[in-house]
């Protein structure tokens, strides 16, 4: 159940939908008629054939991805979409439309050459020419098989009375939990990327945490602990020079951070610990101790982030 009613008041959800020709037939029979050879990989695979250069349409995965990227950077899966912050609304908007106009550009370009670009396909196999030729399709037709659109819709409150709106009450009240979740895949992420067994990391490492800090932040609303947890990152990230590559007791530190951001479970706990009165320093404290490392290296007039830990 919905825990805070005013919730649903501050989301919005997002349905985007992308549409990416395939490119591909189904294989018949017939095309082995007078050919007993298998075509080659590139050509055809798992009972299909391509019709025209898969790197044709990459451009549009390329595109897709970046929405993607997008909106799970912003919101939180949320039937079949994503719940995003009401006042953030506007700004994923025009990022979508900027994304949208590329898509559109990139559809155009491909239209143009489509007939050239199925000829060049076919003079590289020559060889199995019938098969790609008798299975081409109109412009027109690959026109309404590509597409770049979205839906934005205000989220009603469920009735308590009317059992066919529980499951998206249900879904509401999930969304704290779903949030972590995903957080703590972003940290998986990013251990395995940039931080595990590494003795030096570069500032470039930190950008997943900033992107994690600003999805937290953006929809602190969803649940009580979520903004705590949110300014712990701030506070591991302010803690650290402003400068140059990061070791030693700030790089400990770090894995320690990014090691219970990868537990969605530890990290409600530590969220409820904050909201309880426990400082951020002191859970960064106790972060450093449970992950020492041997021969730590201290810079002048810098101090580990120490605590009293004994806390729970």
């Known amino acids: 159940m919905i825990t805070n009613p005013h919730i649903i008041d501050k989301l919005m959800a997002l349905h985007l939908d992308v549409n990416i020709w395939s490119a591909r037939k189904k294989l018949s029979p017939e095309d082995f008629a007078h ?51 009401e006042e953030q609304a506007e700004n994923i908007v025009v990022d979508l439309h900027l994304i949208e106009a590329e898509f559109t550009t990139a559809k155009e370009a491909f239209l143009t050459r489509y007939d050239q670009s199925v000829q060049e396909w076919i003079d590289k196999h020559e060889e199995w020419e019938r098969i790609i030729a008798g299975s081409v399709v109109s412009a027109e037709y690959v026109r309404s098989r590509i597409g770049f659109s979205w839906k934005l819709y205000r989220i009603q409150p469920p009735d308590p009375s ?45 950008s997943p945490l900033k992107t994690m800090h600003a999805k937290l932040c953006g929809l602190s609303f969803v649940e009580p602990r979520v903004a705590p947890v949110a300014d712990l990152i701030a506070t591991a990230l302010d803690s650290l020079p402003k400068r140059g590559s990061i070791r030693g007791v700030d790089l400990v530190m770090l894995q320690g951070l990014v090691s219970l951001l990868r537990d969605s479970e530890a990290l409600a706990i530590h969220g409820q610990k904050l909201i309880d009165g426990i400082s951020s320093q002191n859970v960064l404290g106790l972060l450093l101790e449970k992950h020492p490392a041997p021969d730590i290296f201290v810079p002048p007039g810098r101090q580990p982030i120490l605590a009293n830990c004994g806390l729970w």
């Open 35 to 85: 050919n007993a050879v298998l075509p080659p990989d590139d050509l055809a695979s798992l009972g299909s054939k391509r019709i025209c250069d898969p790197e044709e349409l990459r451009v549009f995965g390329m595109l897709k991805s970046r929405a993607v990227s997008l909106l799970d950077r912003h919101g939180i899966r949320f039937l079949g979409g994503w719940a995003i912050a």
């Open 162 to 206: 009317d059992p066919l709106t529980q499951s998206i009450a249900k879904d509401v009240g999930n969304l704290g939990t779903t949030l972590f979740g995903e957080v703590s895949k972003m940290a998986n992420d990013a251990w395995q990327q940039s931080f595990a067994g590494k003795t030096e990391i570069t500032r470039k490492a930190l």
